[in-house]
């Protein structure tokens, strides 16, 4: 009963105080998992076989999303933008390993830290930009760099996991198999997927109507092949809606969220990431959580102004666009649990140092994305 009964409650909560104090339904969602967590509801986790699978889902349908609103023809007209999702990316992650030097971690544990760090969560994101019904040139920066930042983040993670293989086994093959392998497959497996749906949908002439579930199916596929071949079902579903979006296939306005199905898996996704803190772990990690949420926000936001000009924007966008990056906690969770499932042990030793961190951008990293995007006066809100 554990489940039903916590997911009306988020919801009903989340309702009423976004109606209140216009507070983003995710954060309120993340609140109910983490007081479920603190008060160690029985069932919520363990006792369930397969939330693993069923939040890998939830996050690759929103992966999808996010691949399918990335424009390709932009990096090509406006390379800068591409060039500071990278350069961004590689700076944030200096940063973050420099700064968790100064505390009592192993080279392994600040590699792995610097790599989520990279992160930006675009569940958090695309789900408070949607909410707002967001659009304009701010919005569109927060995704695409989210969607690099998410590639690079995964990027950094599985040639981690090969240095660790390499480090304790010595075995050249299995290092290999744990990074490149799983990087280049999964992109593979995305791609293939990719180009083969829409040819799906113009053969049989599907109806508009039934184009999101067609994709919602597919997405339930490609999260099941990844898991059974132990590839990435996150960076497979983010692959999947960019060759979707560039092979012309058109999603209405309606159809984006995936609808009813879309916003429960949603609404299981953040209370479920949040159950999985532990609050035990949380007070031992301060000082680090402060000092690694100062560097990465402060990384994030002086690249964006820095290039703001460079990019066609203003300083002044540069700095909400810096700013409405800050969410990072779901991407980041999911992907350390992925590697502890698939035997990366370090993985459970750093959930743990990050506890607080993850907490914080849980619950506050949703409302400064908000803030931010109503700042830049691209928000249905600030438009009335």
């Known amino acids: 009963m554990a489940w039903p009964l916590v997911l009306l409650v988020a919801w009903f909560l989340g309702e009423r105080l976004h109606e209140a104090a216009r507070i983003p339904r995710v954060s309120s969602y993340v609140a109910v998992g983490l007081l479920a967590s603190l008060i160690n509801l029985p069932g919520l986790t363990d006792a369930v076989p397969g939330l693993p699978f069923l939040a890998n889902v939830a996050l690759s349908l929103i992966l999808f999303e996010l691949g399918y609103r990335i424009h390709l023809r932009w990096f090509r007209h406006n390379p800068w933008v591409l060039a500071l999702g990278l350069v961004e990316s590689v700076v944030t992650f200096c940063a973050v390993y420099l700064v968790s030097g100064f505390f009592a971690l192993s080279t392994d544990t600040r590699l792995i830290v610097a790599s989520l760090a990279v992160s930006a969560s675009p569940a958090g994101i695309l789900r408070v930009a949607n909410e707002l019904r967001s659009a304009g040139q701010v919005t569109e920066r927060v995704l695409h760099l989210c969607a690099i930042n998410c590639l690079v983040a995964v990027l950094a993670l599985k040639l981690v996991v090969g240095y660790w293989y390499l480090s304790t086994s010595g075995d050249l093959v299995m290092a290999a198999f744990g990074s490149v392998h799983v990087l280049v497959t999964s992109v593979a497996v995305g791609g293939l997927l990719g180009m083969a749906m829409p040819a799906l949908l113009r053969a049989q002439r599907i109806q508009e109507r039934d184009v999101t579930l067609v994709f919602a199916l597919a997405v339930v596929l490609l999260t099941t092949m990844a898991y059974g071949f132990k590839l990435s079902p996150l960076l497979a579903a983010l692959t999947f809606g960019i060759v979707a979006r560039e092979r012309r296939v058109h999603l209405t306005n309606a159809q984006r969220g995936f609808g009813t199905a879309g916003d429960l898996l949603t609404l299981f996704l953040f209370v479920y990431i949040a159950a999985l803190l532990d609050w035990s772990d949380v007070g031992g990690g301060v000082l680090l959580g402060l000092a690694l949420i100062v560097v990465r926000t ?87």
């Open 298 to 384: 402060a990384s994030k936001v002086l690249c964006n102004v820095a290039a703001a000009r460079l990019s066609g924007s203003t300083e002044r966008k540069g700095l909400l666009t810096g700013l409405a990056l800050t969410p990072m906690s779901a991407f980041a969770i999911l992907l350390l649990e992925q590697s502890r499932l698939y035997g990366f042990e370090p993985a459970q030793q750093v959930l743990t140092a990050l506890a607080f961190m993850m907490l914080v951008q849980e619950l506050f990293g949703p409302l400064v994305t908000q803030r931010a995007l109503n700042a830049a006066a691209e928000t249905h809100v600030t438009q009335e």
